[in-house]
């Protein structure tokens, strides 16, 4: 059982990601109402610093909530959790000699509740609505999302309402459905699914957790940024390669070195390059960032066997596109094709079965060697997100 001392958090207050205007961490929000842009949570971290000691947080009993100073949760018994967090960061031998990298890691997400790393998200988010009183929950998502959403709203004994499209892997309708959702399938994409559950929210008085479009999700992802900093003792990689759909997991990491280096806990300052890895079939992100845009456009007819990629755009495409820029990164588009062969070879290689959006970060990674734009020195790592076993259905 985890135990919780008497400061459980150092929460301070929401903030707008565009104007800067600040909003109260106790009252339920969405996003800003005049920006229509994400929130993002704010804690003391001055007070956090004089405090908190990095390695007792190391001594505690894994789980992500082992950081609970820094997640936005006030009170222990509203914390919702099934033991997500602190997944393994394995090196990858076989890959990264046949690639010619010295150091190679893979940040292994399948292991988390419901099988991948939506699970970290949905605890942190979860969590907060329980602790301000809402009831009723609803999302739209490409799978693994709705999938954790119910295990949560179960968990926590709230109502669950999820849109997801008619294409969705059977695995995340079978496991929302078991928990108690209410499972609404769509003909089309996430971004339909999206506009139903917004007018549902919107009509019926349903809680939102869309990607980006309430605050605490991002709370959740961004522990893989301090758990990628203490197996490294405390310095950062130099490379990471992440599968960018809604890009809460890119955005919350970088948050996560933004606040370590604000409460001194890192050895050395310098943060990794980010790389946003999208299908060529719907690759939004890439686009805008060949065109060194600020916002990315819709993309029309998505298309990719990896789901969790097939997002067209955003809620949060400025805040990605703003920390590819300023971390030096890039952004690389990989067909359907490499990402088949390429969850093959992790699989032969090093035993992972990876979900297709984990094996697009190997194919992105050939590329960028390929390109020159990795070292064989540098220190990298690739996410992958979810379990294979998952989009069984979708196997050959």
Not at 35 to 42: D, K
Request: charged letters at 20%; aromatic letters at 8%.
């Amino acid at each position: 059982m985890l135990i919780i001392p008497e400061k459980v958090s150092y929460l301070a207050n929401l903030q707008c990601t565009d104007c800067g205007s600040i909003y109260s961490a106790d009252k339920v929000h969405t996003f800003c109402p005049d920006c229509q842009s994400p929130l993002l949570v704010n804690y003391d971290l001055n007070a956090a610093r004089q405090h908190v000691d990095r390695d007792e947080i190391h001594r505690r009993q894994k789980g992500m909530w082992r950081w609970h100073e820094l997640l936005p949760v006030r009170e222990s018994q509203n914390m919702v959790t099934l033991g997500e967090g602190d997944t393994a960061l394995l090196r990858l031998p076989h890959v990264g000699k046949s690639l010619g990298l010295t150091h190679l890691f893979v940040k292994e997400e399948s292991s988390n509740p419901t099988g991948s790393f939506k699970a970290r998200g949905l605890s942190a988010a979860i969590s907060k609505a329980k602790e301000l009183g809402i009831q009723k929950v609803i999302i739209p998502t490409a799978g693994n999302a709705g999938g954790a959403m119910a295990a949560y709203a179960a968990r926590a004994n709230m109502q669950a309402l999820i849109y997801m499209p008619k294409d969705t892997p059977n695995a995340n309708i079978v496991e929302s459905r078991i928990a108690g959702a209410e499972v609404i399938l769509v003909d089309g994409i996430i971004s339909d699914a999206a506009g139903m559950a917004g007018e549902t929210a919107r009509k019926d008085g349903w809680f939102d957790v869309s990607t980006f479009k309430e605050p605490y999700r991002m709370e959740g992802k961004k522990v893989m940024g301090y758990e990628l900093a203490e197996a490294f003792n405390w310095e950062l990689p130099d490379v990471i390669i992440y599968p960018t759909g809604g890009g809460t997991g890119l955005v919350g990491m970088w948050k996560a070195f933004e606040e370590l280096e604000q409460l001194g806990w890192l050895n050395n300052a310098k943060r990794p390059r980010m790389v946003s890895v999208q299908a060529e079939g719907c690759a939004p992100v890439v686009q805008a960032f060949e065109k060194k845009a600020t916002f990315c456009d819709f993309w029309v007819n998505a298309k990719t066997i990896a789901s969790g990629l097939r997002v067209p755009k955003s809620f949060a495409d400025h805040l990605i596109l703003a920390n590819l820029y300023e971390s030096n990164g890039t952004a690389i588009a990989v067909s359907d094709t490499s990402i088949t062969e390429a969850q093959k070879e992790l699989a032969k290689a090093e035993g992972i079965f990876a979900a297709p959006e984990g094996a697009a970060t190997l194919a992105a990674l050939k590329e960028l060697i390929k390109q020159k734009w990795i070292q064989p020195d540098e220190r990298v790592v690739i996410f992958n997100t979810g379990s294979g076993l998952k989009y069984l259905d979708q196997q050959n």
